[in-house]
């Protein structure tokens, strides 16, 4: 097997593994129960909470465990703007849908919406962005790195910007590069960021949601006051370990397995180069995990379907909207081309991905025109 | 971006006599307290202290003053050459950037803000008058900003100039510090903690005033918890950080015996005056063999039946040692914002119960007699419990840099390594 759709997910690191089920038998004790065994367990609790923080170097911040970073985007742009009927918001239009979709459901809600443009190498326009903002602007929810194409957005720049409005409030969905994209920011500058456990070699079914201290968040639960009144219901104390553990093991490796990877991205890209109906949608601005390519003419899924057979396992667009026949709203900004758009597969890398892997996905790639 | 944090002192300048041990005291203390960041260096006159940066963060050294009892105040200033068109260029520079900060943080939204600015000349090379200087100075300025004007007497932003032999610093912005007298410049005292709101805002205040303290509290299990124990631990960790070198020893006194005692055999309306008295009695003897001067405590007068004047007054007559009580004319809402403010409030109200509201009469006696006290007392026969208490008592030293468990005192234990 090959698996070139480390974006979509990860296969599960054998030592988090070890660790989710040592904590299953060992703390399965209720964080909240009163008595001393439910106290160990929360003790667990709060140790993961604070050595994930250190790891990442936050001292203003705090953080809710969710079911995954979809929940944890809901909570922080619902929750942060519950007391608000109307007003303006900024995101892009490249959006993964769990931040899009929201601001779809706000605009008929009486919010004020700019969805920013793209440039051509997939960044978003810096300075449309420095024309919209006004100091009652809201907040701002900007990816930071593309899950389709990969590439990687200013973050920095937007942060600076922010300085001279301070009413308005950032968010970044962190999911694609944390772990893999060293950041040219630093995480207390931002007020609210989320991400993934299991895009980063850990279990499904959890993600979190990182805020400042002093930023107001709602409730868009009811339950009990656990994580904060935030995320009412039993926590599985498993997946928040686990969570610390695939942030403490991977985020110190980050510059090391992107210059892996940078190699790897090469080779694919230089292959690429030379067969030439393919159209190279990644550029040298985007993240080296994400190599998107067009195949004019030919259906991605197609693609996708043909690859399968020799065992390589590629995605079309996002595996979380892969299945709608629409053409990729990404590469539509990008590049304004419903043929690219609609032919588009996504490969995504990883430090466990080897050349020879690589050669195999040329050469089946390179075979398919025959189909 | 900075270069130098000028820091003023607080309520010690009023001092006469003593003020060289004082300054000695809070100069030791900043620079104890900053002594992980190898790169700054000191200086000070009799009334300001100078941090010279020297490429360290200056967030983090704020972190550290924010915790320094007996400072004013303090200011972030940038070093720029000895010149009027230097100062001038950066002196611009600083107020657009303070202008935007100080519109947010104050709601001004009027469409120009005052200004003025100041001049401190310790470099006497410079020539001119601090007057003359400001003067030259803010006619540079004012063309160049165009929502400032003049109003030396009650400016929105304050430019500050301050010419000294070894470089000449602007600022602008001025940050309020603690207060208070420096840390260990007033005896010994011991804080009574149930875990309640009061008890950590009264321990605060007095650090604050240069008081060193050590805490006491009483365990009642299984009628109190773990988690009414921990309660404490993690209030008294929050206050270390207020502390000279971060740590409060906590005493622990097993007070079970002693309670059931009381509940068993006294009239119940007398049940908490004769707690306490109990209570005061072991840290008075505790204190004295600890050589500390006072005990210090959250009561508020009149806030429940245990804190009338006539309740005090009965409790306090089993000692002479000194009671200080920081919160005694507080309202409720003052404490609760000074805990707020200090960050204890969210901690304070875990709803776990302590030795104070557990066996608690629901119509205690509000304005108990001496006299008939003592023969409630003399009923439980508490002397021999008192004694055993005070020698089971158990020491804990907290700190403020690393977190205590009371359920894993064993918290190193590798069943925790993640």
């Known amino acids: 097997m090959i698996y070139l759709d480390y974006g979509a997910t990860t296969p599960i690191d054998d030592e988090i593994l070890d660790l989710y089920v040592r904590i299953e038998k060992d703390f399965f004790a209720n964080t909240t129960s009163l008595h001393r065994l439910g106290q160990r367990s929360n003790f667990m609790f709060e140790k993961s909470k604070q050595e994930l923080l250190n790891t990442l170097g936050i001292v203003n911040h705090d953080i809710i465990f969710t079911s995954n970073a979809t929940e944890a985007n809901n909570l922080a742009v619902l929750g942060y703007l519950s007391k608000y009927k109307s007003g303006k918001i900024i995101t892009t239009k490249i959006e993964h849908p769990s931040v899009f979709e929201i601001y779809k ?12 443009d793209v440039l051509e190498n997939g960044i978003i326009d810096i300075e449309q962005l420095k024309k919209e903002i006004t100091k009652d602007t809201l907040l701002i929810s900007i990816m930071w790195v593309n899950n389709i194409v990969g590439s990687i957005q200013p973050i920095n720049e937007v942060i600076n910007i922010l300085k001279e409005y301070p009413r308005t409030k950032l968010h970044v969905d962190a999911v694609q590069g944390i772990c893999k994209v060293k950041p040219d920011f630093s995480f207390n500058d931002i007020d609210m960021f989320t991400f993934s456990t299991h895009k980063i070699y850990g279990p499904k079914g959890v993600g979190a949601l990182i805020y400042k201290n002093n930023l ?19 926590l ?26 940078k190699k790897i991205n090469k080779i694919l890209v230089d292959g690429f180069k030379k067969i030439p109906y393919i159209h190279i949608n990644s550029n040298s601005f985007s993240s080296p995990y994400i190599v998107n390519i067009s195949f004019p003419s030919i259906n991605g899924e197609t693609i996708v379907h043909t690859l399968e057979n020799s065992d390589i396992y590629v995605s079309t667009g996002s595996s979380c909207s892969s299945k709608l026949a629409t053409p990729e709203k990404t590469i539509l900004a990008m590049t304004s081309s419903v043929d690219l758009a609609k032919s588009s597969i996504r490969i995504s890398l990883s430090h466990l991905v080897t050349e020879e892997e690589i050669n195999a996905l040329l050469k089946a790639l390179g075979e398919i025109k025959n189909v | 971006m900075y270069d130098l944090i000028l820091v003023r002192y607080g309520e010690m300048t009023l001092k006469k006599k003593n003020y060289r041990q004082f300054l000695q005291k809070v100069n030791d203390n900043i620079k104890n307290k900053c002594k992980g960041l190898k790169k700054l260096k000191y200086f000070n006159t009799d009334y300001r202290f100078y941090i010279y940066l020297n490429g360290e963060d200056y967030q983090k050294v704020l972190d550290i003053l924010d915790t320094v009892v007996g400072l004013y105040s303090y200011s972030l200033c940038k070093q720029t050459s000895t010149d009027y068109e230097a100062i001038s260029s950066l002196a611009i520079n600083m107020i657009e950037e303070y202008k935007v900060k100080y519109r947010a943080l104050s709601g001004n939204n009027n469409e120009k803000l005052s200004f003025k600015v100041e001049t401190n000349r310790a470099n006497k090379q410079f020539p001119g008058t601090s007057i003359g200087i400001s003067q030259e100075v803010a006619k540079r300025i004012l063309p160049k900003i165009n929502d400032l004007y003049v109003d030396v007497h009650n400016p929105d932003i304050t430019l500050n100039i301050d010419l000294r032999t070894e470089g000449t610093y602007l600022y602008v912005e001025t940050i309020k510090g603690l207060g208070g007298y420096p840390s260990g410049s007033a005896g010994k005292g011991m804080l009574m903690m149930s875990g309640g709101i009061d008890s950590p805002v009264a321990g605060f205040l007095a650090l604050k005033k240069g008081v060193v303290l050590s805490a006491i509290h009483f365990a009642s299990p299984p009628y109190t918890s773990d988690l009414a124990l921990q309660k404490v631990v993690d209030l008294i960790e929050i206050l270390a950080k207020y502390t000279l070198d971060g740590k409060i020893k906590l005493l622990v006194v097993p007070f079970t015996e002693i309670q059931t005692a009381i509940h068993e055999k006294a009239n119940p309306i007398y049940t908490v005056t004769l707690m306490r008295r109990a209570m005061y009695k072991i840290a008075c003897s505790i204190a004295k063999e600890k050589k500390i001067d006072v005990l210090i405590n959250g009561e508020s007068i009149g806030q429940v039946a245990s804190q009338t004047l006539e309740s005090m007054s009965v409790v306090n007559a089993v000692t002479n040692m000194p009671i200080i009580r920081p919160v005694v004319t507080y309202d409720k809402e003052e404490i609760v914002s000074v805990a707020r403010k200090i960050k204890t409030y969210d901690t304070s109200i875990r709803p776990y119960e302590d030795c104070c509201t557990v066996f608690v009469p629901e119509h205690p006696v509000i304005k108990p007699k001496l006299e008939d006290v003592l023969v409630e007392e003399e009923k439980c026969d508490l002397e021999e419990s008192i004694k055993k208490a005070i020698e089971n008592t158990k020491t804990i030293t907290l700190n403020c840099f690393e977190k205590y468990s009371v359920f894993n005192s064993d918290s190193n234990s590798s069943e925790f390594d993640i």
């Open chain 1, 105 to 116: 459901h706000l605009e008929k809600n009486g919010f004020e919406v700019v969805y920013l």
């Open chain 1, 236 to 261: 599985d104390l498993a997946l928040v370990v686990c969570t610390c553990k695939a942030i403490k093991k991977f985020y110190p490796l980050t510059e090391k397995h992107l210059e892996y990877v």
């Open chain 1, 216 to 234: 107001e968040i709602d409730k868009r639960l009811y339950g009990s006051n656990a994580q904060n009144g935030l995320k009412p219901g039993t």
